[in-house]
């Protein structure tokens, strides 16, 4: 229960963090400090879903930071669009982080698979059904990511 609601907060803040202007120094140092709890933090076989979400949440920010146009301001406020837009340096820095994010969803999953029991099988299945969905929301659908998400269906 306690780590729901983590998770519940963890995704209204990553809500949040979207409007929030990034340190030019270290972009998404947010995000690595997100991160860096959740690696540290121990974590039961039943919270493995939560990871996920969390996991989930954090991917699907930082796709909206790569938008020309974030889905919503603050008035006076200059958030990442604005500051960033055309600085490779960012994107590169991002597509970094999407590619950490991803594979660490990925090691949740494989963990995982090596269990039998069906409480890990079925929380598996939770777990690829948000991650495919994830992916088919947010990145170009390429032929490996296509073949990704039709492994994970089937």
Same mark, same amino acid.
């Given at each position: 229960e306690d780590e729901e609601r983590m998770t519940e907060h963890l995704l209204n803040l990553l809500g949040f963090l979207v409007v929030v202007p990034s340190n030019p120094d270290n972009y998404f140092e947010n995000i690595y400090g997100i991160m860096s709890v959740m690696e540290k933090k121990t974590w039961n076989k039943k919270s493995m879903l939560s990871r996920v979400k969390i996991y989930i949440g954090?991917?699907?920010? =930082?796709?909206? /930071? #790569? /938008?020309? *146009?974030?889905?919503?301001?603050i008035n006076r406020v200059d958030s990442n669009d604005t500051i960033f837009l055309g600085d490779d340096q960012f994107v590169a820095t =991002?597509? !970094?982080?999407?590619? *950490?994010?991803?594979? !660490?969803?990925?090691?949740?999953? !494989?963990? =995982?698979?090596?269990?039998?029991d069906r409480e890990s099988q079925a929380t598996l299945s939770k777990c690829m059904t948000l991650? #495919?969905?994830? =992916? #088919? /929301?947010?990145?170009?659908?390429?032929?490996?990511?296509? *073949?990704?998400i039709d492994k994970i269906i089937k």
């Open positions: 954090i991917f699907n920010y =930082l796709c909206t /930071q #790569a /938008q020309d *146009k974030l889905p919503y301001n =991002l597509e !970094s982080t999407l590619e *950490k994010v991803f594979d !660490s969803i990925v090691n949740i999953m !494989s963990e =995982l698979n090596n269990e039998n991650t #495919a969905g994830c =992916l #088919a /929301q947010n990145v170009n659908m390429t032929e490996n990511i296509q *073949k990704f």
